[in-house]
């Protein structure tokens, strides 16, 4: 069964630094590009990053570039988002979602998401 | 990168149809056949119900059909069931760079 669970969110301070992680199973991760999609709340979907199997091709929305920094460790079956210089406007729900494999941009599993709380 | 523009809401009574739209540009939607739309329900993770404009994953239930003119794609939910209720989301890939914008979200409720 194929598994995705962020951990990592919690209040932080603006101006602060938060690093999520994803810890995927049931299917081989290094074959897969994977992406964080984020949801305000009571706000719809944003897509923030993409990172293709080798890390060689990555993707930023406008409103994380420069800020946020995706990774993964295909070792050890996972994925980060390194978020730094935070604002009170991205407080979300983090997901961490898999590409499908045979569709570009579809995201066909998703994790329960990390909610990340930027307040002073 | 602007969102994908959304009605805001739209209901149905059950056995009804109801159709949601979702305008993009010509870099967007208008340029790629790859828009999809999800389904979320309340305090859970979504889940793709159409991808690739027209195609539904298997046990997607055959009432969702996805259609697209232009800069605009639409998902048509026929024989409105109460599980039905939920929000729905597209999604188009926006070329390399940009890779991927959503919409703004239909609330849609089953009367």
């Known amino acids: 069964e194929v598994q995705l669970v962020e951990s990592g969110g919690g209040l932080v301070q603006p101006g602060g630094s938060l690093r999520l992680s994803c810890a995927a199973s049931?299917?081989?991760?290094?074959?897969?590009?994977m992406k964080w999609v984020r949801q305000a709340p009571g706000k719809g979907l944003e897509w923030l990053s993409y990172?293709?199997?080798?890390?060689?091709?990555?993707y930023y929305a406008d409103s994380v570039k420069g800020r946020f920094t995706i990774s993964r460790d295909n070792a050890k079956n996972s994925l980060y988002l390194e978020m730094n210089s935070l604002r009170a406007e991205d407080t979300a729900v983090y997901y961490c979602?898999?590409?499908?494999?045979?569709?570009?941009?579809?995201?066909?599993?998703w994790g329960q998401g990390t909610l990340v709380t930027v307040s002073s | 990168q602007s969102a994908l523009t959304q009605p805001p809401s739209a209901s149905g009574s059950p056995g009804q149809s109801v159709t949601i739209s979702c305008t993009g540009t010509?870099?967007?939607?208008?340029?790629?056949?790859?828009v999809s739309w999800y389904q979320q329900h309340p305090g859970k993770a979504p889940k793709v119900m159409i991808y690739?404009?027209?195609k539904r994953p298997s046990g997607v239930p055959d009432r969702f059909s996805g259609s697209k003119s232009g800069n605009t794609a639409s998902l048509t939910v026929s024989g409105l069931q109460a599980e039905d209720e939920a929000d729905y989301y597209c999604?188009?890939?926006?070329?390399?760079?940009?890779?991927?914008?959503f919409g703004t979200g239909t609330k849609v409720t089953v009367l």
């Open positions: 049931g299917f081989i991760f290094s074959r897969y590009n």
């Open positions: 999604s188009s890939y926006a070329g390399s760079n940009n890779f991927e914008v």
């Open positions: 990172i293709s199997t080798s890390s060689s091709t990555i």
């Open positions: 690739e404009v027209t």
């Open positions: 979602t898999r590409e499908s494999p045979i569709v570009l941009a579809v995201s066909d599993y």
């Open positions: 010509s870099s967007d939607v208008g340029d790629y056949s790859y």
